[in-house]
């Protein structure tokens, strides 16, 4: 499949090289997943949001924490519990005596980043909270629309072996996170550097802002003007089409699923330096982005072998 090059100018030379320092910087804070850095670099340039889901103490907070110090933007922390009100997280309206009117205080949801820490143990009204700001950056309470700073961006975590008394997040919520991704275990080098090395809440403290939120906007209006080819968008909805009709497969992608994944390769590739999207860019987000969307028919069967099964069942013309 050959890519056509975009004729659209480039980013800016200093808008490229401070994203390219702000990855760097991310990637010094959260040692030996630079693949899961650039992930989670993807969903903030796509508009979208991302899950983490992995064991505890495998660094899904600092990876949060570091991203909302590199790009200089505010930062909320809201750990969930069976006991989270929707008011805790959105906000709530206060009547005031003196004036005889009703204040909006904002609650942590009105930030740049929010972390969503151990979404899946808040019952589903708290969880469900969530859904109109995450899909249209907004909050309505008592009739009132608010609208969210931009950006929005929203990291969740949650922990997929420990379940008890939890509350799985249903499809129309999985659906709107972008990618879904898990850190792992780091390597043995990365691991004694981690051991040796200073505190990453006192390396995240002093951490410079390289990018603004103004940069932000101006990264994700150039992934819109990265260029995908007709060949290249054949080839996503092959994979749409596949995962319909692949064995094992209950519930396929949907329109909106091949929407986010060209999106996503569109900001793959510009964080790679260029303004045309490769076959190589889809596969390498394609689990990332189709796994949490299918329904297998088994339920002990793996989603992401899943996505894997599809995308090589799949040639590249």
Do not use: C, W
Not at 26 to 41: C, D, W
Not at 58 to 68: F, N
Not at 134 to 140: D, F, I, K, L
Request: proline fraction near 7%; charge should be negative.
């Amino acid at each position: 499949m050959s890519a056509i090059p975009s004729n659209r100018p480039m980013l800016s030379e200093g808008l490229a090289d401070a994203l390219t320092r702000a990855q760097a910087q991310v990637n010094s804070l959260v040692l030996g997943k630079s693949h899961e850095v650039r992930l989670a670099f993807v969903a903030l340039l796509s508009d979208g949001h991302l899950l983490i889901e992995d064991l505890p103490g495998l660094g899904k907070t600092t990876l949060a924490h570091a991203l909302a110090a590199t790009l200089g933007l505010g930062f909320q922390r809201v750990q969930f519990t069976s006991d989270l009100l929707p008011a805790d997280v959105l906000g709530v309206s206060v009547y005031d005596a003196q004036t005889r009117a009703f204040t909006f205080h904002p609650g942590p949801v009105f930030t740049n980043v929010l972390l969503a820490d151990e979404i899946n143990r808040a019952p589903p009204r708290t969880q469900s909270a969530l859904l109109e700001a995450m899909a249209e950056h907004q909050v309505t309470l008592d009739g009132v629309t608010h609208a969210l700073p931009a950006p929005f961006f929203v990291i969740a975590t949650q922990n997929p072996v420990d379940l008890s008394g939890t509350y799985p997040l249903p499809d129309s919520q999985l659906d709107r996170f972008l990618l879904r991704l898990a850190l792992g275990y780091p390597s043995p080098e990365s691991e004694r550097e981690l051991l040796a090395g200073s505190d990453r809440r006192t390396m995240i403290a002093q951490a410079m802002p390289l990018l603004s939120s103004d940069d932000v906007l101006a990264l994700r209006s150039a992934v819109s003007d990265v260029h995908a080819s007709d060949a290249l968008i054949d080839y996503v909805q092959a994979l749409l089409t596949r995962s319909r009709q692949h064995p094992g497969v209950r519930v396929g992608l949907s329109p909106r699923a091949g929407i986010a994944l060209l999106r996503a390769a569109r900001a793959y590739a510009l964080l790679l330096g260029r303004h045309h999207v490769l076959p190589d860019d889809v596969q390498a987000l394609f689990a990332a982005v189709a796994a949490h969307r299918l329904v297998p028919e088994a339920e002990a069967a793996s989603a992401g072998a899943l996505a894997k099964a599809i995308l090589h069942a799949v040639p590249v013309d």
